[in-house]
């Protein structure tokens, strides 16, 4: 017979090693998708130096989030300390995360419920359930639930046990990793008045209190508004909420239904409504006919706890449901799952709870395949959600950006027929069929752009400047016009601001800050489509990414507009050497030498 402490082992034993089974094929994928921007691009992940910045300074990348997630940051920059930009490295840690939660939760559910057959089962179903993989394969998405799991489900288990002081210790971190963990103190409220038989008094919640206001004081302190606030819409979370919890729940029970990306309707039909608010209102009256099973009324309110802030009542974005936002609600279904398995008899149980595991580790290592490279999983988004633009434009984005023009166009053009184009990306596309020596089909962006903002003066000047090459006279004085009449000086304070964005993007290139350097140079082109210096710059870009065409086409293109700039034989001739084009670079060379020369 198998005694208490080494039954305990090997069940810790099997988490690990199934878990680890099931996601060790992910090692070999690389960043995707926000990877780039928050980790590889990031300068500010680049240094142990700047880890106290992350806690009075937001990171302003990419413009103003509205997060606060400074211990996130901190471990993207240890991993990169450690590994560099190899992404096997924050794969791992990922992976070490969720079985570190995993393990947790199976300690925390013994502790609760004095059964440890209902606690393996509860963490393995946790574990392999596919809506986990976004979070575990997601670095820069799943990263900061995975530590504030870790650290929440270390707090409560201390917490129960009557360590304060560690389960305070454990709360500060999962606070700072994301605020998710600002519920915890619910939970701890529920355990002791609901669970438990030792009910201490409320004085034993206020230093969480006080740890919550400093962390909120810190937050306002660093976080520039996102605009969260005046972008709430309480009637629209009425109609919305309830179906994205049902979706959340038919996900886990159905895991062949989860996406990479989910199309959620801004208004459900009233019936699907009405619906939707039924099944709710039985799973409730459910809950509350089984009040007297403790494991139960846990699960329910864990589950519905943690969907509330991400169930549209918040301003998501474009993103109005994801499998990463459902992983703290996931134990609350895991766990009343594995409380009906256990209910049956014990071979049935076993019989159930091996089916599942196995279907859900099937699922997962199928999955995974989708987060490969940012090809599979844009490819797997346009398939999830062909109604949407995010898929197809970001799919053009990764053609454009390694110099596949004919792959890009297609994608593009696709996104642009849809209704949810972000207006922030109309801007964008222009300027990638501008670059791609298709000025006309930059056209159609830019009149939506104005539809939108009819006094956008980046929008004017630019259909001015297509028109006028176009030889549309006309319409391009009208385009001009209309700017000047807004701003008289907006043809020279543009040409001034695109020469200021291209000493900031060189000074960003010498910190080795190349996204942030990027962005500046395109910006310089959308204020000045022939602004010679941005396109000899980007060329620059792209020669240091590795996309070598494209480079060549952006010093073409800059040759054909000024063929007596010495800059331009110059880099071709570093171009031409690293493309080992030998004869072209000495040619480039001695066109160089010839410039100079004569000047």
């Known amino acids: 017979m198998i005694d208490f402490p080494q039954r305990r082992i090997y069940a810790l034993g099997i988490i690990t090693i199934l878990v ?4 060790g094929s992910i090692l070999g994928h690389g960043f995707v998708w926000d990877d780039f921007d928050i980790i590889a691009n990031n300068p500010l992940t ?19 989030t509205g997060y606060y997630r400074p211990l996130t940051y901190v471990s993207f920059t240890i991993d990169r ?5 190899n992404p096997i490295g924050f794969t791992l840690t990922n992976i070490l995360l969720h079985i570190a939660t995993a393990l947790l939760f199976y300690r925390v559910v013994a502790r609760l419920f004095s059964r440890e057959d209902l606690a393996l089962a509860a963490a393995l179903l946790f574990a392999l359930h596919p809506i986990a993989g976004e979070t575990v394969n997601f670095h820069a998405g799943g990263r900061n639930t995975l530590l504030c799991a870790c650290f929440a489900l270390l707090s409560l288990l201390f917490h129960v ?8 210790a454990c709360f500060v971190p999962a606070i700072f990793s994301k605020e998710f963990a600002l519920l915890l103190p619910v939970i701890f409220i529920m355990h002791d008045r609901v669970i438990s038989s030792d009910k201490p008094g409320w004085r034993t919640y206020a230093p969480y209190g006080a740890a919550i206001c400093v962390y909120l004081s810190l937050r ?13 819409d309480l009637t629209g979370a009425v109609w919305t909420a309830p179906q994205v919890y049902v979706s959340y729940l038919w996900n886990m029970l159905n895991p062949f239904n989860i996406k990479v990306m989910y199309d959620v309707a801004d208004r459900p039909g009233i019936l699907s409504l009405l619906s939707d608010i039924g099944l709710l209102a039985l799973i409730a009256g459910a809950v509350y006919r089984f009040r007297g099973k403790r494991e139960l009324l846990y699960a329910a309110i864990v589950f519905f706890l943690f969907l509330l802030p991400v169930s549209t009542i918040l301003p998501l974005g474009i993103t109005k449901m994801a499998d990463r936002y459902a992983y703290f609600a996931s134990f609350g279904f895991s766990l009343a799952l594995a409380w009906a398995i256990c209910s049956t008899p014990r071979k049935v149980a076993l019989a159930l709870l091996g089916l599942l595991l196995i279907t859900y580790g099937a699922l997962d290592i199928h999955r995974n395949g989708y987060w490969r490279n940012e090809q599979t999983l844009f490819s797997r988004m346009v398939a999830d959600a062909p109604a949407m633009s995010i898929g197809f434009q970001r799919l053009g984005i990764f053609h454009f950006d390694r110099g596949e023009f004919a792959a890009a166009e297609p994608y593009l053009m696709e996104a642009a027929g849809k209704k949810d184009l972000n207006v922030e990306m109309l801007m964008g596309s222009a300027s990638m069929f501008i670059d791609m020596g298709k000025p006309a089909k930059a056209l159609p962006f830019l009149a939506r752009k104005l539809e939108q903002e009819p006094a956008n003066l980046e929008a004017l000047v630019m259909s001015a400047k297509i028109r006028e090459e176009m030889g549309d006279q006309a319409m391009a004085q009208s385009f001009r016009n209309r700017a000047l009449a807004i ?3 907006v043809f020279s304070m543009l040409t001034e601001r695109a020469l200021a964005l291209c000493r900031q993007g060189e000074e ?3 910190r080795g800050d190349l996204a942030g350097a990027e962005r500046l140079f395109r910006a310089a082109l959308r204020m000045e489509p022939t602004f010679v210096p941005a396109l000899i710059d980007l060329g620059g870009i ?15 293109k800059a040759r054909s507009l000024e063929s007596g700039n010495p800059a331009i034989p110059y880099n071709l001739a570093l171009l031409y050497k690293m493309m080992n084009r030998q004869a072209d670079a000495e040619k480039e060379e001695r066109e160089y030498r010839r410039m100079k020369k004569n000047r």
């Open 487 to 489: 701003n008289p000086l």
């Open 46 to 64: 680049s240094s142990l130096a700047n880890i106290p910045k992350f806690f009075v300074s937001e990171d302003m990348s990419d413009g103003p």
């Open 542 to 556: 792209m020669a240091e990414k590795g996309n070598l065409n494209g480079a060549l086409t952006y010093f073409e």
């Open 161 to 168: 046990n009557k360590r304060y002081l560690p389960a305070l």
């Open 508 to 510: 960003l290139t010498a």
């Open 20 to 23: 680890a089974a099931v996601y």
């Open 81 to 85: 300390a450690v590994w560099g930009l």
């Open 220 to 232: 306002a302190f660093t976080v520039q508004s996102a605009g969260i606030v005046n972008r709430l």
